[in-house]
């Protein structure tokens, strides 16, 4: 079982930036695929960047591809999402996701074991 805890949401005005962090407890963090997606009003949810176990493979949906960055720190059982040149249309509650099945990551929302309680971004015009 891993609990995900996410943090640095809050309100931005276009073209500010935020990072988001997201720590996992338990021991077994580095076996996990991490993946950020992300929900707006009346949306359904969508997948914004994910990356590997070790750090080496990353991918970003391409509506944010060259302005948010993933990363992680698995001797601090933490990812997190850089966003920069932010616009509104990136106003959502961004979700942190674990999958124990692949050592890559996954865009699909349904492969993903273990979900966060989401942390709200909303930019400003």
């Known amino acids: 079982q891993v609990q995900l805890v996410e943090s640095g949401g809050g309100l931005v005005q276009a073209g500010g930036s935020l990072r988001l962090s997201c720590t996992a407890s338990g021991r077994t963090f580095s076996s996990y695929g991490m993946g950020w997606f992300r929900q707006a009003p009346g949306k359904e949810r969508e997948f914004v960047a994910g990356?590997?176990?070790?750090?080496?493979?990353?991918g970003y949906a391409d509506s944010v591809k060259g302005r948010f960055t993933i990363s992680r720190d698995n001797a601090k059982n933490t990812v997190y999402l850089q966003m920069s040149s932010l616009k509104p249309e990136d106003t959502a509650v961004y979700y942190c996701?674990?999958?124990?099945?692949?050592?890559?990551?996954?865009?699909?929302?349904?492969?993903?074991?273990?979900w966060g309680q989401g942390t709200q971004v909303t930019v400003s015009s």
């Open positions: 990356i590997s176990r070790g750090g080496g493979i990353t």
């Open positions: 996701a674990a999958d124990r099945r692949t050592s890559g990551y996954s865009p699909r929302s349904n492969e993903y074991d273990y």
